[in-house]
């Protein structure tokens, strides 16, 4: 067994792929139309992995929590660096907004920023 496909809550899939594509430089793997919503997913650049399914929030329970969790600063999935000074100064320049830039707690580089689309996002570095 093995983790094919995460998901993410996100207030518009539109809004996110631009956001997961043209901001982060993922590859968008699906796109599969299902009437109302998309099945949308996007993957790290050439790595054929792990989907991140980029999932409407319509249900009450699913908007509850994506703003629950946002409104404590919880990040809604960890995604990871091998030079996060680099991948945050390259961020910023985009644009992106970042709650907490880089810090080190032990051998880890922590930071955490938004998505645009009612998360936040740390980012790691072992």
């Given amino acids: 067994m093995d983790v094919k496909t995460a998901s993410i809550f996100v207030e518009d899939q539109a809004k996110a792929l631009t956001f997961y594509t043209d901001i982060l430089g993922f590859e968008k793997v699906s796109d599969i139309d299902l009437g109302e919503y998309r099945w949308?997913?996007?993957?790290?650049?050439?790595?054929?992995?792990?989907?991140?399914?980029?999932?409407?929030?319509?249900?009450?329970?699913?908007?509850?929590?994506?703003?629950?969790?946002?409104?404590?600063?919880?990040?809604?999935?960890?995604?990871?660096?091998?030079?996060?000074?680099?991948?945050?100064?390259?961020?910023?320049a985009k644009g992106v907004v970042f709650k907490d830039l880089p810090a080190k707690i032990g051998d880890v580089s922590i930071a955490v920023f938004d998505d645009s689309c009612g998360n936040w996002i740390q980012l790691v570095q072992v």
């Fill in 40 to 92: 949308l997913t996007v993957s790290s650049a050439g790595s054929g992995q792990t989907e991140l399914l980029l999932e409407p929030n319509t249900h009450p329970a699913a908007r509850a929590y994506q703003q629950a969790i946002y409104e404590d600063s919880i990040p809604a999935t960890v995604f990871h660096s091998v030079d996060i000074q680099q991948e945050c100064q390259e961020l910023v």
